[in-house]
């Protein structure tokens, strides 16, 4: 499914530059370690964490879009790092628990 689609179907918020890519599955994890041994390019990251090490990680990997939920305000720094190095940062009011079964329901497992 296009990223887009899931932005419009959601209603997220899109924090960076955005590029339609492929979105191949989801991954949720707030621990970097974790991410960057489990995820899979074209995944999407659901996640709280808000540091500048997620566009590292999420950069290393090739992931779709990082996804931070809760209305967890993400630093500038962030933002103009991952858009430097074009990684998408989307944000959501909802809980990481909410967005999953969301994400579910549209078909993104």
Do not use: C
Not at 3 to 26: A, M, P, R
Request: net charge negative.
């Amino acid at each position: 499914m296009k990223l887009k689609d899931i932005i419009g179907s959601l209603s997220l918020n899109v924090l960076t530059n955005l590029d339609d890519k492929e979105v191949t599955g989801v991954y949720i994890s707030d621990m970097l370690s974790d991410v960057m041994s489990n995820a899979k390019a074209g995944n999407l990251w659901v996640t709280i964490q808000t540091h500048k090490n997620i566009v590292a990680a999420a950069n290393l990997i090739d992931i779709s879009a990082v996804i931070v939920t809760q209305g967890t305000r993400v630093p500038e720094e962030t933002i103009d790092l991952a858009n430097r190095y074009n990684v998408i940062i989307i944000s959501t009011n909802d809980s990481t628990f909410a967005l999953s079964g969301k994400l579910y329901q549209i078909g993104i497992k």
